[in-house]
T-cell receptor
Framework: EAQVTQNPRYLITVTGKKLTVTCSQN?????MSWYRQDPGLGLRQIYY???????DKGDVPEGYKVSRKEKRNFPLILESPSPNQTSLYFC???????????FGSGTRLTVV | QKEVEQNSGPLSVPEGAIASLNCTYS??????FFWYRQYSGKSPELIMS????GDKEDGRFTAQLNKASQYVSLLIRDSQPSDSATYLC???????????FGQGTTLQVKP
């Protein structure tokens, strides 16, 4: 089944403890992206990747890191999480620029 | 920062009516436009894409694009209670790899 898989679905962590949210797609898509969704602020793009080893900042990249060492994987790293990073995170992938993104099921992150 | 604007709603329509959702965008060079549906607590689901001026129909859904007016709309015919959701408009920025979303319009279809 063609899908975007992100893990974990739920995560509660403490301020400053490094964490990684994994994302994998099995559709051989070129583009991958991370979004966060907050009430009243909508979906905001954190980082995106156009292909292996090619990444760029979205609209809210501060406090996040990404890497794209393989085409299928695009992990999101929070090196020192803070409470303002409490949010619902979505990974997404697209065949190419100009195609719609397919979204993963989401990761609800709480930083206390 | 390019923008995508939607009325947050809620838009309330009776069952069987036509729901009309609207979106404007600021990037005049954009070429790709999308509508997503998101149920509460779920991930966004792509329901329509449109690239050329005019109408594109898929079942009960019709997307309309007017690049001169920088306007995209979604019509849902014969609305059903199961259509109650938040509808997100999204636009690819012309000179970056960003897909920018509007804040979404909440649709309520009342039986």
């Amino acid at each position: 089944e063609a899908q975007v898989t992100q893990n974990p679905r739920y995560l509660i962590t403490v301020t400053g403890k490094k964490l990684t949210v994994t994302c994998s797609q099995n559709m051989n898509h070129e583009y991958m992206s991370w979004y966060r969704q907050d009430p009243g602020l909508g979906l905001r793009q954190i980082y995106y990747s156009m292909n292996v080893e090619v990444t760029d900042k979205g609209d809210v990249p501060e406090g996040y890191k990404v890497s794209r060492k393989e085409k299928r994987n695009f992990p999101l790293i929070l090196e020192s999480p803070s409470p303002n990073q409490t949010s619902l995170y979505f990974c997404a992938s697209s065949l190419s620029k100009g195609n719609g993104y397919t979204f993963g099921s989401g990761t609800r992150l709480t930083v206390v | 920062q390019k923008e995508v604007e939607q009325n947050s709603g809620p838009l309330s329509v009776p069952e069987g009516a036509i729901a009309s959702l609207n979106c404007t965008y600021s990037d005049r060079g954009s070429q790709s436009f999308f509508w997503y549906r998101q149920y509460s607590g779920k991930s966004p689901e792509l329901i329509m894409s449109i690239y050329s001026n005019g109408d594109k129909e898929d079942g009960r859904f019709t997307a309309q694009l007017n690049k001169a007016s920088q306007y995209v709309s979604l019509l849902i015919r014969d609305s059903q209670p199961s259509d109650s959701a938040t509808y997100l408009c999204a636009v690819w920025e012309s000179n970056t790899g960003k897909l920018i979303f509007g804040q979404g319009t909440t649709l309520q279809v009342k039986p």
